[in-house]
């Protein structure tokens, strides 16, 4: 039995009241969302909570997903609207907080002190991908992170394909022109 089909039958029984069936779809797609949520805000912080607010809209819209695209677009929909909606909050809050963009600034920029190690490496390509600009980490995360394709992703973000593959080779460009110093080093 193929994994779409198996998501009607786990999507049927949850919509009539089981939890076990609503369980196994969230097992299933927990680390996409979480995955895609982590890469929208840009950190760790908060993602679980935001990954856990997805999952909650979606059993609260179990009867508005019709099957039009695929359970893991539609999921992937919410996860990207979600972390964006959860990405304003954090900018108001920095805002009526008095949080100034010059703290921001020092806190995101690489330490050059050493050549990287994978850790370090990790830690400089997650400080890169929250330099990008919402629109083009989105893109970054569906697709390179999260393996959709350049279709999905395009449907998940509703713009047109060209729209995807001009900000991912954009962004890919930012992410060299950030990496390319720690890299070098």
């Not at 029984?13 to 779809?25: I, M, P, S, V």
């Not at 805000?41 to 909650?56: P, S, W």
């Not at 304003?88 to 010059?102: E, F, H, Q, T, V």
């Not at 449907?155 to 990496?179: C, F, H, I, W």
Request: glycine content about 8%.
């Amino acid at each position: 039995m193929n994994a779409a089909l198996h998501d009607d039958i786990l999507l049927q029984q949850a919509r009539t009241g089981d939890e076990q069936a609503f369980g196994r779809l969230v097992g299933r797609y927990e680390a996409t969302v979480r995955g895609i949520v982590r890469g929208v805000l840009g950190t760790d912080d908060g993602a679980d909570d935001v990954a856990q607010e997805v999952f909650v809209k979606f059993y609260r819209s179990l009867d508005n997903f019709k099957g039009d695209a695929k359970l893991s677009t539609y999921l992937g929909r919410i996860a990207i609207n979600t972390a964006l909606t959860a990405v304003d909050k954090r900018k108001r809050r920095r805002w009526l907080a008095g949080g100034d963009a010059a703290t921001e600034a020092n806190w995101t920029q690489a330490d050059h002190s050493q050549a990287p190690d994978r850790a370090d490496l990790r830690d400089a390509l997650q400080k890169a991908l929250s330099r990008l600009s919402e629109d083009y980490r989105t893109v970054v995360v569906l697709r390179l992170v999260e393996g959709y394709s350049v279709a999905e992703t395009a449907s998940m973000l509703d713009v047109p394909l060209g729209t995807v593959a001009s900000r991912l080779s954009r962004a890919q460009q930012e992410l060299k022109n950030y990496l390319q110093p720690i890299l070098n080093s």
